[in-house]
T-cell receptor, first 117, second 113 residues
Framework: GAVVSQHPSWVICKSGTSVKIECRSLDFQATTMFWYRQFPKQSLMLMAT?????????EQGVEKDKFLINHASLTLSTLTVTSAHPEDSSFYICSARRGGSFSYEQYFGPGTRLTVT | AQSVTQLGSHVSVSEGALVLLRCNYS??????LFWYVQYPNQGLQLLLK??????LVKGINGFEAEFKKSETSFHLTKPSAHMSDAAEYFCAVMNDGGNQFYFGTGTSLTVIP
């Protein structure tokens, strides 16, 4: 149990276009979802935290107008990279946390590789 | 704020040798502690976690870690390295009731045949 999926697993887009990445919790309801960004050979950087039905909370330095996060249901959160540029190329990973006695644990998706040309 | 330090960004061991990956954290209260493994172009897989109780935690693939409060450490070990253990390893910390993971910078493990 506790499987998180991401779609797509990789995407190539042209500079100036927008890209949407989906994160789904397949077998549990996620009260909170997190979005991370990972540069090559580096650790994960938390971008934002989203709770279902609420506005996402962005980390300092993350442009909320560029990285739009929607947590429309307890099983789906989306990250939209608007007007993407080559410097947005990165590996994006989501994680989901369920409530109750398991609230301390996050379950990670497989990641989405974004390349902006 | 929490911080997590992983000493050694690259560790190389021979196949069959002991694996020791170090993790120290800063926290005024005992946190929840995690080790994750990441293979190239993949997400994170949980190896093991410490929440409460026994301080020696056993995880998957023969890994274990010991929570030492006095040393604020949570080092990861495996008695005998396999080639398949070559990957990136991340230590992470979360406070009780917290809403964030704090990740270490990662340690790349190379296993030499």
């Amino acid at each position: 149990g506790a499987v998180v999926s991401q779609h797509p697993s990789w995407v190539i887009c042209k500079s100036g276009t927008s890209v949407k990445i989906e994160c789904r919790s397949l077998d549990f309801q996620a009260t909170t979802m997190f979005w991370y960004r990972q540069f090559p050979k580096q650790s994960l950087m938390l971008m934002a935290t989203s709770n279902e039905g609420s506005k996402a909370t962005y980390e300092q330095g993350v442009e909320k107008d560029k990285f739009l996060i929607n947590h429309a249901s307890l099983t789906l959160s989306t990250l939209t990279v608007t007007s993407a540029h080559p410097e947005d190329s990165s590996f994006y990973i989501c994680s989901a946390r369920r409530g109750g006695s398991f609230s301390y644990e996050q379950y990670f998706g497989p990641g989405t590789r974004l390349t902006v040309t | 704020a929490q911080s997590v330090t992983q000493l050694g960004s690259h560790v190389s061991v021979s196949e069959g040798a002991l694996v020791l990956l170090r993790c120290n954290y800063s926290s005024s209260v005992p946190p929840y502690l995690f080790w994750y493994v990441q293979y190239p172009n993949q997400g994170l897989q949980l190896l093991l976690k410490y929440t409460t109780g026994a301080t020696l935690v056993k995880g998957i693939n023969g890994f274990e870690a010991e929570f030492k409060k006095s040393e604020t450490s949570f080092h990861l070990t495996k008695p005998s390295a396999h080639m398949s253990d070559a990957a990136e390893y991340f230590c992470a910390v979360m406070n009780d009731g917290g809403n964030q993971f704090y990740f270490g910078t990662g340690t790349s493990l190379t296993v030499i045949p």
